[in-house]
Nanobody, 127 residues
Framework: QVQLVESGGGLVQAGGSLRLSCAASGRTFSNYAMAWFRQAPGKEREFVAAINWSGGSTYYTDSVKGRFTISRDNAKNTVYLQMNNLKPEDTAVYYC????????????????????WGQGTQVTVSS
């Protein structure tokens, strides 16, 4: 059974930074792409960033490009999301997710592609 556990969320002022972590267990972490999604109140869950199994390919939604950085440490079975210059519109519950297909080179942004999800961590950005 795959488990994903997020941490690092919190309350921050606009312009501030947070780093989210997602610790994985239950299968060979290094074989799978990982992604971060977020869901704001009353809105659908949306893609934020993804990284392929090796860390050599990343992809971001336009609204976070230049502010967020996704990375992974396969030795620690952990994926990170460094969030800088946070804006109130970044307020949401952030979820990490694991790809359902191993060893893919190109990351996928589609929610249904990911078959394991963490419980989410709240990020609140005040203006």
């Amino acid at each position: 059974q795959v488990q994903l556990v997020e941490s690092g969320g919190g309350l921050v002022q606009a312009g501030g930074s947070l780093r989210l972590s997602c610790a994985a267990s239950g299968r060979t972490f290094s074989n799978y792409a990982m992604a971060w999604f977020r869901q704001a109140p009353g809105k659908e869950r949306e893609f934020v960033a993804a990284i392929n199994w090796s860390g050599g390919s990343t992809y971001y939604t336009d609204s976070v490009k230049g502010r967020f950085t996704i990375s992974r440490d396969n030795a620690k079975n952990t994926v990170y999301l460094q969030m800088n210059n946070l804006k109130p519109e970044d307020t949401a519950v952030y979820y990490c997710a694991a790809d359902s297909i191993p060893n893919t080179i190109v990351v996928v942004t589609t929610l249904t592609r990911y078959d394991y999800w963490g419980q989410g961590t709240q990020v609140t950005v005040s203006s």
